[in-house]
């Protein structure tokens, strides 16, 4: 089993740069599918599970190299999986412009959370809670003011009265640090599993390693293209 220091010097820009693309392909596949699939379903909360989701996967990324600024990374490569709308359905990139705002404040709300965290995210369970919860009420929070005057859809624009942002925070940033409370420990503990997993099948099998990260890129950007024409029709 390889200790810390020897796993971060292993990790290349490389291997980094592989992670990022991953993670944040998978988190816009989630977007892309769960987003229509959870409002058909009528299940409640949807913003807070996709948030949920967004938190627990970056919270991976944390786990497994304990660097922050990837999460800006995985946070704009989920917002180009986003925005394949636009050259798929001919649509102005407007249509997912709140959509990407959220995910990118939920990006470097993170970010900006763990850095002051620092090493109390290893550490301790409690920066483990504290830091998602306070990263999805801060982004939560931004998103209230620039998702109205970006391109606020009408169940937004519900809120734009006296006290809205109260209300909004209530009934979304709740459920916003809800969801993230519970799903960014689970992805932070995979990621730390992971970061001893991955450089002992990458030494063992570097031929399965690549494959593997592609196919799982292919994979996601043909569901995506595929889920974006079919919700269309």
Excluded at 18 to 38: A, C, K, P, Q, R
Aim: aromatic letters at 10%; charged letters at 10%.
């Amino acid at each position: 089993m390889q200790s810390d220091n020897a796993v971060t010097e292993n990790t290349s820009f490389t291997d980094m740069a592989i992670m990022v693309l991953v993670l944040g392909t998978i988190w816009g596949f989630s977007e892309v599918f769960l987003s229509d699939t959870i409002k058909i379903w009528g299940i409640p909360f949807r913003a807070g599970i996709l948030t949920g989701i967004g938190i627990g996967i970056m919270g991976i990324a944390l786990g497994y190299g304990k660097k922050v600024l990837p999460l800006i990374g995985i946070a704009l490569v989920t917002m180009a999986a986003k925005q394949l709308v636009v050259p798929v359905l001919q649509c102005s990139v407007l249509c997912k412009a709140n959509s990407c705002a959220a995910v990118f404040l939920q990006g470097v709300a993170l970010c900006g959370v763990a850095a002051i965290a620092g090493r109390k995210l290893n550490n301790t369970r409690s920066a483990r809670f504290i830091t998602p919860i306070s990263a999805a009420l801060a982004s939560a929070g931004a998103f209230y003011f620039i998702g109205m005057k970006l391109a606020p859809c009408p169940y937004l624009l519900s809120f734009n009265h006296a006290g809205g942002f109260l209300s909004f925070m209530t009934a979304e940033g709740l459920a916003w640090a809800a969801f993230s409370g519970i799903l960014f420990p689970a992805g932070y503990k995979l990621g730390s599993v992971l970061k001893n997993t991955i450089p002992e099948i990458k030494t063992a099998k570097p031929a399965a390693y690549y494959l593997t990260a592609a196919t799982a890129l292919i994979c996601c950007y043909t569901a995506i293209t595929f889920f974006i024409i079919t919700s269309s029709i």
